[in-house]
């Protein structure tokens, strides 16, 4: 039997990038996953809802960290910034809890290989991007300053170890 056009339930192709990254992950029902990972800065918390209806999948990156009310005005300025300089996906503010999260969509009907890849991708360019601009977020929290200070580190590329 050829296997190859035999389309998967996407996320069971997610189920399968995750375990190959050898992160933990829960799934609560056929069409949704979600993973924990600690990562350079702190938690996140990933997202995947497939919906077979519109043939596409929602993934979600939350952070561990929660704006307040009073610094929700500063948290939109930075999230304008930082989706100026994406390609792929965009940060927002959950509205239930204030909490930072990575998002995008995709849409698919490939076969399963190309789904794994794209998938597998996705989820790294989703980190990278966590990664990036969390110093920034925490330092609008945190630290006080300026969204256009704080998105000044994001641009910072380490080359190399001291």
Same mark, same amino acid.
């Given at each position: 039997?050829?296997?190859?056009?035999? %389309? $998967? #339930?996407?996320?069971? =192709?997610? /189920? !399968? @990038? =995750?375990?190959? +990254? +050898?992160?933990?992950?829960?799934?609560?029902? !056929?069409?949704? $996953? @979600?993973?924990?990972?600690?990562?350079?800065?702190?938690?996140?918390? %990933?997202?995947?809802?497939?919906? /077979?209806? =519109?043939?596409?999948?929602?993934?979600?990156?939350?952070? &561990?960290?929660?704006?307040? *009310?009073?610094?929700?005005?500063?948290?939109? /300025? %930075?999230?304008?910034?930082? #989706? *100026?300089?994406?390609?792929?996906?965009?940060?927002?503010?959950?509205?239930?809890?204030?909490?930072?999260?990575?998002?995008?969509? $995709?849409?698919? #009907?490939?076969s399963t290989e190309t789904l794994h890849k794209k998938f597998e991708d996705l989820v790294d360019i989703g980190i990278y991007e966590c990664e990036?601009?969390?110093?920034?977020?925490?330092? @609008?929290?945190? &630290? &006080?300053?300026?969204?256009?200070?704080?998105?000044?580190?994001?641009?910072?590329?380490?080359?190399?170890?001291?």
């Amino acid at each position: 039997m050829e296997n190859e056009n035999i %389309l $998967l #339930n996407p996320i069971d =192709i997610i /189920e !399968d @990038v =995750i375990h190959q +990254k +050898k992160w933990n992950f829960s799934r609560a029902a !056929d069409h949704e $996953l @979600v993973a924990e990972i600690a990562s350079h800065w702190c938690a996140y918390r %990933l997202y995947f809802t497939w919906s /077979e209806n =519109i043939n596409a999948l929602s993934f979600s990156i939350t952070f &561990d960290i929660k704006f307040p *009310e009073t610094k929700l005005n500063k948290a939109y /300025e %930075l999230l304008g910034l930082i #989706n *100026e300089n994406l390609w792929i996906g965009h940060f927002d503010i959950t509205s239930k809890n204030g909490i930072p999260a990575f998002r995008h969509t $995709l849409l698919s #009907n490939n076969s399963t290989e190309t789904l794994h890849k794209k998938f597998e991708d996705l989820v790294d360019i989703g980190i990278y991007e966590c990664e990036k601009f969390y110093p920034s977020f925490q330092q @609008v929290l945190f &630290d &006080d300053i300026p969204p256009k200070e704080a998105i000044k580190f994001s641009n910072f590329e380490v080359i190399g170890r001291a």
